[in-house]
T-cell receptor, first 117, second 112 residues
Framework: EAGVAQSPRYKIIEKRQSVAFWCNPI?????LYWYQQILGQGPKLLIQ????????DSQLPKDRFSAERLKGVDSTLKIQPAKLEDSAVYLC???????????????FGAGTRLSVL | DAKTTQPNSMESNEEEPVHLPCNHS???????IHWYRQLPSQGPEYVIH???SNVNNRMASLAIAEDRKSSTLILHRATLRDAAVYYC?????????????FGKGTLLTVNP
C-alpha cells in the first residue's frame, strides 16, 4: 500500500514570504496530523483533523499558520508570513479510525524541510 | 499526557541485543506505552506498543515492569539499519484524541 505522500521535500524561502506544504494520506485513513520538528527535538503536533473537521489545533500559531482538509482526503499547511524560527521539518501523518482504544498507529510521511533565511 | 524519561543516547554493536529503557513513573492505568523510531531523514515509524503484558513483534520486544513505571524496548540483534532516534510515548487509552506527544528520545548508534 502507498504511504503518506508529502511535497515538496525541501523548500527555501526568505522571511516574510509565504509557503505551502501538501500531504496525501494513506487511502481510507480518517485522521490526519501535521507536526513540526525543530532540529534536535521530537515532533510537535500542530493540528489534527478527523475527516475534514479539526480535532486539535491548540498548538498551531494561528496568526501565521493555517491548514485545511477540504474533502477529508489531502491537506495543505500554509505559513504566511514565515519567520526565521519556522525553519523545521514539517511532517504529515495519518491513521485509520480505531474505536475506543489507544492502539491507533500513526503513519508518517518523509516530511518537508523548510529553511527560512 | 504523562511524561517519559529516556537516556539521550546509547551505543551498541552490530548483531548484539540492545535494551532501550524508558521511565514513566506517573503512568496512569489507562495509558498505553508506545514506541516509535525515526531513521535519518525520515518520518517516525511505529515499532510496538503495550499496556501491561510483554509484547513481541517482528521488529522488537517490549518488556513492561510489573508496576508499569518503566519499560524496555529490546532489539534482539541490532543491525546498522536500526540506527535511529527511539521515542517512548504514553497514550491515554481513555481519550478520543489520539495525539502523540514526543520527547527528545534516545539516539541509538550501532557500530559495525
Amino acid at each position: 500500500e502507498a504511504g503518506v505522500a508529502q511535497s515538496p521535500r525541501y523548500k527555501i524561502i526568505e522571511k516574510r514570504q509565504s509557503v505551502a506544504f501538501w500531504c496525501n494520506p494513506i487511502s481510507g485513513h480518517a485522521t490526519l496530523y501535521w507536526y513540526q520538528q525543530i532540529l534536535g527535538q521530537g515532533p510537535k503536533l500542530l493540528i489534527q483533523f478527523q475527516n475534514n473537521g479539526v480535532v486539535d489545533d491548540s498548538q498551531l500559531p494561528k496568526d501565521r499558520f493555517s491548514a485545511e482538509r477540504l474533502k477529508g482526503v489531502d491537506s495543505t499547511l500554509k505559513i504566511q508570513p514565515a519567520k526565521l524560527e519556522d525553519s523545521a521539518v514539517y511532517l504529515c501523518a495519518s491513521s485509520p479510525r480505531v474505536q475506543g482504544m489507544a492502539k491507533n498507529i500513526q503513519y508518517f510521511g518523509a516530511g518537508t524541510r523548510l529553511s527560512v533565511l | 499526557d504523562a511524561k517519559t524519561t529516556q537516556p539521550n543516547s546509547m551505543e551498541s554493536n552490530e548483531e548484539e541485543p540492545v535494551h532501550l529503557p524508558c521511565n514513566h513513573s506517573t503512568i496512569s492505568g489507562t495509558d498505553y506505552i508506545h514506541w516509535y523510531r525515526q531513521l535519518p531523514s525520515q518520518g517516525p515509524e511505529y515499532v510496538i506498543h503495550g499496556l501491561t503484558s510483554n509484547v513481541n513483534n517482528r521488529m522488537a520486544s517490549l518488556a513492561i515492569a510489573e508496576d508499569r513505571k518503566s519499560s524496555t524496548l529490546i532489539l534482539h540483534r541490532a543491525t546498522l539499519r536500526d540506527a535511529a532516534v527511539y521515542y517512548c510515548i504514553l497514550r491515554d487509552g481513555g481519550g478520543s484524541n489520539y495525539k502523540l506527544t514526543f520527547g527528545k528520545g534516545t539516539l541509538l548508534t550501532v557500530n559495525p
